[in-house]
């Protein structure tokens, strides 16, 4: 995989920030986007614009067709069962709300348990926090050990028959750790719960098969993985969506409507009600077909070889510490022992080179951490070793700034 090469097909990476050549590791937050992706949006707003499922004319048609086969796109490249378990929404925060108000509060019940980590995004810890406070439900948490990985063991101890629903981070996007959730899943299932899984950080670079993983929900999101922004995705096991109650109610999701009552459309529509996201979903079919192009065993290999030369660099820098396990996905999180994060990331900004620093939406974790914030560099398909060694000679340029302020 020729990364040079690919990074041609994102025209916004060919620009100075500052004096300096753009140098991009925010993946984390948001991927940037291929000419491919941005013409398939200006395809379908200059040729085909028009609401689907609707009309019978020729561009409501086109749309339709567009639309649903962006779904088809999804169901093969997460390898789902069918199309009907494939829901488009705004994405993964919205997919999880959807599980806590659909799921959640109608079958929880005092005394039940929701099992989380330490490690979570907020996206993935308030939804629960909310359905137990509805239902009396109790929350859990999976300790976690030093390096930031769980053990099966601690797992096996902390699910129990109480235990309804298991939430957990395909990849943790702080720690980078990469959890075993085909294993957690099979402890949830023995114990008679359901697994829900924030695949945020997983989808974009590594291949995803939810029906090997086994996993009950898996929610992801379109702008992380070469997409639009406002475009995600709720995988569901078919059984629960069925069971499954709508959170937004109105046109399209609705299969009769009397005066006094109403029923729901089938799967997947009954999730998607008013005019859903067509334009958004058919850029996320433009997205994967750009992912399966360039191969993800490529993204993840390359991805794989970038964080490891990373981590072998930064560890060279003196005063540096870095957060999460060794193996890890592309992501590392770090400080600069005496510079606050923001500092650091501004340091860098004026060097062309966007990190993320804050908390990351993922306050618990940074407690657990013993620290406030921290700094993040992510990796994606399009980044080089250049880019980290830039990123080490910006680090290197603030330790200086802030010994000579300090």
């Not at 099979?186 to 997983?202: F, K, L, M, T, Y």
């Not at 096991?237 to 109403?262: Q, R, T």
């Not at 820098?317 to 996905?329: A, C, K, L, S």
């Not at 657990?368 to 993040?376: F, G, I, N, Q, S």
């Amino acid at each position: 995989m020729d990364a040079r090469a690919i990074r041609e097909q994102f025209p916004i990476l060919n620009q100075e920030v500052n004096g300096h050549p753009l140098v991009y590791l925010d993946s984390a937050a948001t991927s940037q986007k291929p000419i491919a992706v941005m013409e398939a949006l200006d395809n379908y707003y200059k040729q085909n614009n028009s609401n689907v499922h609707r009309g019978v004319h020729t561009l409501g048609t086109r749309a339709t067709d567009q639309y649903e086969g962006a779904r088809d796109k999804v169901k093969q490249f997460i390898h789902a069962s069918s199309t009907e378990e494939v829901i488009f929404t705004r994405g993964t925060t919205t997919s999880i709300n959807m599980i806590g108000y659909g799921y959640a509060r109608h079958f929880l019940q005092e005394g039940d348990e929701i099992v989380l980590t330490q490690m979570e995004h907020h996206s993935n810890i308030i939804p629960w926090q909310q359905a137990a406070k509805y239902t009396g439900a109790k929350l859990k948490y999976i300790p976690m050990e030093e390096d930031g990985t769980l053990s099966l063991d601690a797992v096996r101890s902390t699910i129990t028959e109480a235990t309804k629903i298991v939430a957990i981070a395909h990849v943790s996007n702080v720690l980078g750790t990469i959890n075993p959730v085909k294993e957690i899943a099979e402890i949830a299932h023995q114990n008679g719960a359901i697994i829900v899984v924030d695949g945020a950080q997983g989808v974009p670079h590594m291949k995803v098969d939810v029906q090997e993983l086994d996993c009950d929900f898996y929610a992801f999101s379109g702008h992380k993985m070469c997409g639009p922004t406002g475009v995600g995705v709720l995988y569901g096991k078919k059984a629960l969506l069925e069971k499954m109650e709508p959170v937004e109610f109105g046109g399209e999701m609705i299969d009769f409507v009397d005066l006094y009552d109403s029923t729901w459309k089938e799967l997947p529509w009954k999730f998607e009600g008013g005019t859903p996201i067509i334009a958004g979903a058919i850029g996320l079919g433009a997205a994967i077909d750009f992912l399966q192009e360039v191969g993800l065993d490529n993204i993840e290999k390359q991805e794989q070889e970038i964080v490891q030369y990373a981590q072998s660099k930064l560890s060279e820098v003196e005063g540096i510490t870095i957060y999460g396990p060794v193996n890890r996905g592309g992501l590392i999180t770090f400080n600069i022992e005496g510079v606050h994060p923001h500092d650091t990331a501004t340091v860098l900004d004026a060097e062309g080179i966007a990190v993320r620093a804050g908390h990351h939406c993922a306050q618990p974790l940074m407690k657990w951490l013993d620290v406030t914030a921290t700094a993040r560099a992510s990796f994606y398909l399009y980044n080089t070793t250049d880019d980290v060694d830039r990123l080490v000679e910006g680090i290197q340029r603030a330790k200086e700034y802030f010994g000579d302020v300090f």
